[in-house]
């Protein structure tokens, strides 16, 4: 079945280093959306990614899309103690309506 | 105002027992979903409703039961309760075709099955 894939599953940073997370797909995805959930909270949306090659900044975070649309990367810059929590890539699943397909998420963690 | 709510927060129950936990959304989308996170952090779909018709049924015991009275709640009733149901159960919402797609999450109810 189709896979969403998600590397590392753990990162530990000093603050101020810098922190890449990578998603890969076992299909070609319509498109890609990244959450982030801090502890003991829930995901909140981040961003969604469409057009092959593409990137995206927010602030010190910057998201990648793959020319073949089957991986993608989140790297937050400088990391600070606020950026701490679980990052999770999804993918659209088969079915339609938005179903997603969730990677197992990157959990970090900012020392100050 | 809070846009996904979901009561109760916290639930602890005995194994055997049944119970339901309850989401509203107020952002007037069309799709609500139940989702299980699993104490490794592995967010899974479970259920999705479609104005109140069920279009996303993945594999899930029967003992597990949505419901959608209309299409800003959905609730998930849970039978004969089992140690391995103890998880937190995300309710969320959106309306596909709209902008990012994006899907707006419940503040979770955390089920702790002893």
């Known amino acids: 079945g189709q896979q969403v894939m998600q590397i590392p599953q753990y990162q530990h940073v000093q603050e101020g280093e810098d922190f890449t997370t990578y998603c890969n797909s076992s299909?070609?995805?319509?498109?890609i959306q990244w959450y982030k959930q801090r502890p003991g909270g829930h995901p909140v949306f981040l961003i969604q990614l469409v057009k092959s090659g593409e990137v995206k900044k927010q602030k010190r975070l910057t998201f990648q899309f793959g020319e073949a649309k089957k991986n993608s990367s989140l790297h937050i810059t400088a990391t600070q103690t606020t950026d701490v929590g679980t990052y999770f890539c999804?993918?659209?699943?088969?079915?339609?309506?938005?179903?997603?397909?969730f990677g197992a998420g990157t959990r970090l963690a900012v020392h100050p | 105002d809070t846009a996904v709510s979901q009561t109760p927060k916290y639930l602890v129950t005995q194994m055997g027992n049944d119970k339901s936990i309850k989401c509203e959304q107020n952002l007037g989308h069309d799709t609500m979903y139940w989702y299980k996170q699993d104490s490794k952090k592995f967010l899974k779909i479970m259920f999705s409703?479609?104005?109140?018709?069920?279009?996303i049924n993945e594999t899930v015991p029967n003992r597990f039961s949505p419901k959608s009275p209309d299409k800003a709640h959905l609730n998930l009733h849970i039978n004969s309760l089992e140690l391995g149901d103890s998880a937190v159960y995300f309710c969320?919402?959106?309306?596909?075709?709209?902008?990012?797609?994006?899907?707006?999450f419940g503040p979770g109810t955390r089920l702790t099955v002893l």
């Open positions: 969320a919402s959106s309306s596909p075709g709209w902008g990012n797609n994006e899907q707006f």
């Open positions: 999804a993918g659209p699943g088969s079915g339609g309506y938005n179903k997603l397909i």
């Open positions: 299909t070609t995805l319509s498109n």
């Open positions: 409703y479609n104005n109140k018709e069920l279009i």
